[in-house]
């Protein structure tokens, strides 16, 4: 018998194969038609929500060819929609100051291949999670920096090729939906649940067959009960990144490191915020260990950085402030850590002397000893020496001797901390320094002292050089051109304030008290901004990843800058890196200067504290300080003006602290407005003055209206005269009526 192939029917089976189906849905140009619509109805929902659609959205049909969307190069429909940071809006819709972007979910069942979805950062929520059951294909799902709440959908756990799945930073509530009956993904990796409200209790064993897991991620969860010790498991997974800071966190994971042992390639280790006890754990620095960023940050450990017997290659960045870390720091420390970037010991008990080996280490970019009890000198190699350095703290220890070592150049790129220490003897007659943008030099509270011509350093935003010894005239502040926190105070400087100053337009912050200037108050402070123009970027800048040249700084993230100090309202304050961007002020208190208080420094309309109290300013309160709406604290006390206090201050709606103690003020005391508030403490030492009720109005009608900068008119000539005439012509009118009218004896 013989067999031959059925050809004509191979054939008519390959014609229906290429026959369309009216049913199904082709690609139109390259784009599916139901994926070029949903893409337009997130464009509209962009708009709707005061958003703006990208720009290439519309452009043509292909919409594979469009912005922040991906296809497959097989089957032509979209596979990555990368919508990060998509939305932004100014319109301000809730009472937090956030804008929403009401997104509607369902759009997405017309992406069936959907392998990618960045969501993150867009302010977006969400009115159902149904449609992500539908993502049988997806891999990466984030949906970080949102304003999603509610519970976490357990659904998420399901999709059964999920790889990565992030829900940061958004206001999630109860319970991680995982548990020991679980129908958890085998293929998920990565999951970062930070920064939410979750509660209840995460268990580590309810993992234990996610064999491909690397990267848990829970922090900032505080009321999260993050259980990780099970004495008789071994995890059948090895994590990559842990991330556990912030949580209500077993107490042993240090103390009874059972989980931590079994974790053999941990490359990220972060336990900060915990209030975990015990030793410093130096059983973590083995020969194979493969750790690159350990953060045991604000914690109560104890013990020593060492001994340490093995070089810790990989180890980029360690950061251990505000535990109870005593001893010193390792003699030879660049051998222990030759590749370290990032060293945050401050606000420990460490002493002894800082290890001049230090200098070694070539990469390091942040350096933070302050808060500590370390003795001797400052390697001068630090400050001079170190390529790429950045940041250098040693604040508030026991350092002493001279500084910078005869050098006149600082090779520091952002900020140098000095203070509070025992520093002393002459500074470098000219010192320089190539700081970035945001650079900062703290060397208050030490015993310094320097030439008349000290610092010149155009891009020096911050400089604080008070309680120190430093004496000399400060006409070199001149040339400090993008300064905004300038701060000599409690000094020796002599001398008079020139005009120059008032080429720093940037200022914000300007402390000269305590020294002995003398001579006038250039009036031209009065054309300083001082707060009215906005600032772009704060003066405390966060030290961000991209501030950096190494890439372990992605795990730290922003490392925030210390704030600086300022007196007002008769405290003093520290304000942190933003406070730049609300706060400004002046105080030039306990000088010697004199002459009348300029009138043009009412157009400082943004400025919330002036003091110039122990001086020996004369004359009139300008009037036109009423013109400086923002002002919450006003000293003029200890000085020698005269005159009344201008009614036109009971305007100042912010003002919450005034005092004009011991001058030679006259008149009645106004009690309007915020003066009501006022007690009388901040009028004594004023002999003429009056309350109110004891005297006559203080202010005129309401018709009366602010002077202006040419003055006021209150010792007018030809106003006295017109007043004397008519009170004659009064008095000669009611006699004579009188007289005519008298009846005859």
């Known amino acids: 018998m013989s067999c031959s192939f059925p050809w004509g029917f191979f054939c008519f089976f390959l014609v229906v194969l290429c026959l369309p189906d009216s049913n199904i849905s082709t690609p139109s140009h390259g784009c599916f038609v139901e994926e070029r619509t949903a893409l337009m109805d997130i464009g509209s929902s962009l708009t709707r929500s005061n958003g703006t659609a990208p720009r290439s959205w519309g452009r043509g049909d292909d919409c594979c060819l469009w912005e922040h969307v991906k296809c497959s190069n097989i089957t032509g429909r979209v596979s990555h929609l990368y919508f990060s940071n998509l939305y932004a809006s100014d319109e301000v819709l809730d009472a937090h100051g956030h804008s929403f972007w009401r997104f509607d979910t369902t759009v997405f069942s017309s992406f069936p291949e959907l392998q990618f ?28 920096s949102n304003r999603l709440n509610g519970s976490i959908p357990s659904s998420l756990f399901s999709l059964p090729r999920l790889e990565h799945l992030s829900l940061s930073q958004n206001l999630f509530e109860g319970s991680i939906p ?11 990796k990565t999951f970062n649940f930070s920064m939410n409200n979750l509660s209840g209790e995460f268990s580590f064993f309810w993992l234990r067959n996610l064999t491909k897991l690397q990267k848990i ?43 931590l042992r079994t974790q053999h390639q941990l490359e ?33 450990l104890t013990g020593s950085l060492g001994p340490i017997w093995y070089p810790q290659m990989n180890l980029q960045a360690i950061s251990l402030p505000m535990n109870r870390i005593s001893g010193h720091l390792p003699a030879n420390i660049s051998s222990v850590f030759p590749n370290m970037s990032f060293l945050d010991v401050s606000s420990n008990t460490i002493s002894g002397e800082i290890p ?39 604040s508030n220890n026991k350092l002493g001797g001279p500084i910078f070592g005869g050098t006149n150049h600082l090779s520091i790129k952002h900020a140098l901390y000095l203070d509070g220490n025992k520093f002393e003897g002459t500074l470098p007659r000219y010192l320089t320094a190539d700081f970035d943008a945001h650079g900062t030099l703290d060397l208050h509270d030490n015993n310094l002292s320097v030439p008349f011509s000290f610092f010149n350093s155009s891009t020096v935003m911050a400089l604080d050089l008070s ?22 105070g409690s000094n020796k400087f002599e001398g008079q304030i020139s005009p120059s100053l008032c080429q720093l337009q940037s200022l914000r912050i300007l402390d000269f008290s305590h020294n002995s200037l003398s001579g006038p108050l250039p009036s031209c402070i009065g054309n300083l901004s001082f707060g009215q123009n906005p600032v772009g970027i704060p003066l405390w800048s966060l030290i961000c990843e991209n501030h ?3 890439p372990i700084f992605d795990y730290i993230g922003c490392y925030e800058d210390r704030g600086f100090s300022f007196r007002t309202k008769g405290n003093i304050y520290i304000y942190k890196h933003n406070f730049i961007n609300w706060m400004s002020g002046i105080d030039l208190s306990a000088n010697m200067l004199s002459g009348q208080i300029p009138r043009e420094l009412g157009n400082l309309g943004h400025i919330k504290a002036l003091n110039l109290s122990h001086n020996f300013f004369d004359g009139p309160i300008p009037a036109t300080f009423a013109n400086m709406s923002s002002i919450e604290s006003l000293d003029l006390s200890h000085n020698k003006l005269s005159g009344a206090i201008p009614w036109q201050l009971t305007r100042l709606s912010s003002l919450s602290v005034f005092s004009v103690m011991y001058n030679n003020l006259s008149g009645c005391i106004p009690d309007s407005g915020q003066f009501g508030s006022f007690d009388m403490d901040s009028y004594q030492g004023n002999n003429l003055l009056h ?50 009218r008298m009846p005859p004896s």
């Open 691 to 740: 309350p109110a009720s004891e005297g006559s109005e203080c202010a005129p009608s309401s018709g009366h209206s602010l002077p202006d900068d040419g003055g006021e008119k209150a010792n007018d000539p030809i106003l006295y005269a017109v007043t004397a005439a008519s009170f004659v012509v009064t008095f000669w009118i009611t006699f004579t009526f009188t007289s005519f």
């Open 117 to 144: 979805l960045d969501l993150s950062m867009n302010n977006a929520t969400f009115q159902s999670w149904d449609v992500f059951e539908s993502f049988r294909n997806l891999r990466e799902l984030d949906l970080s």
């Open 217 to 259: 991620d829970v922090s900032g969860n505080a009321n999260l009960v993050v259980a990780v010790n099970f004495p008789s498991w071994s995890p059948s997974f090895q994590l990559k990144v842990l991330v556990l800071s912030g949580c209500n966190l077993d107490k042993n994971i240090v103390r009874e490191p059972i989980f």
């Open 548 to 550: 950096f040249r190494y």
């Open 268 to 300: 990220v280790l972060d336990l900060s915020n915990n209030s975990l006890s015990g030793s410093m754990p130096n059983w973590l620095f083995t020969e194979q260990t493969t750790l690159v960023y350990l953060n045991l940050g604000n914690n109560s």
């Open 467 to 488: 309680h120190n010894q430093f004496n000399g005239n400060i006409e070199w502040v001149q040339y400090l051109g993008e300064i905004k926190y300038l701060s000599l």
């Open 178 to 188: 995982v548990t020991p009956s679980s129908n958890i993904t085998s293929a998920l």
């Open 356 to 394: 001049s080996s230090l200098c070694n280490i070539t990469r390091m970019e942040y350096l933070d000893l302050s808060n500590n009890s370390l003795s001797g000198e400052l390697p001068n190699c630090l400050l001079t020496e170190y390529p790429i350095l950045t940041t250098l703290k040693v």
